[in-house]
């Protein structure tokens, strides 16, 4: 840098985050919603339990979406090969399924089927 005072923070234009960022609201679904929108971005393997979060477009919502994928949904994304730029849909079931967990409790959760 030369010798001339570097500016501070609040003298720097912000630079837009095209992937949405954490800035994006969640996607939610009730049980029983669909959706279908274009991915924007898939980042795996992420926090503690390696989790996948995937952004999606979609002129319905008019903004980015984020969806943090529950384990048999990012199955599902593998399994199918999705990337960015396809376009897939997202079916929340309105019947609940009961599974174990390793500890024993008993946990109620609705599946979501992945359409491409």
């Not at 954490?22 to 919603?33: K, Q, T």
């Not at 903004?63 to 999705?82: G, M, S």
């Not at 009961?98 to 946990?107: A, F, H, P």
């Amino acid at each position: 840098m030369s010798k001339s005072t570097a500016p501070s923070f609040d003298d720097l234009d912000p630079v837009e985050d095209s992937n949405g960022g954490d800035d994006a609201p969640d996607l939610e679904l009730e049980p029983g919603d669909d959706f279908v929108g274009e991915v924007r971005s898939i980042e795996r393997n992420l926090g503690d339990y390696d989790s996948t979060l995937v952004h999606f477009a979609t002129e319905e919502l008019g903004e980015q979406r984020k969806l943090w994928l529950p384990n048999h949904v990012d199955a599902q994304f593998y399994q199918a090969d999705i990337q960015e730029g396809d376009v897939v849909g997202l079916a929340k079931a309105e019947e609940a399924t009961e599974t174990e967990t390793e500890d024993g409790e008993s946990v109620e959760y609705h599946r979501i089927e992945v359409r491409v």
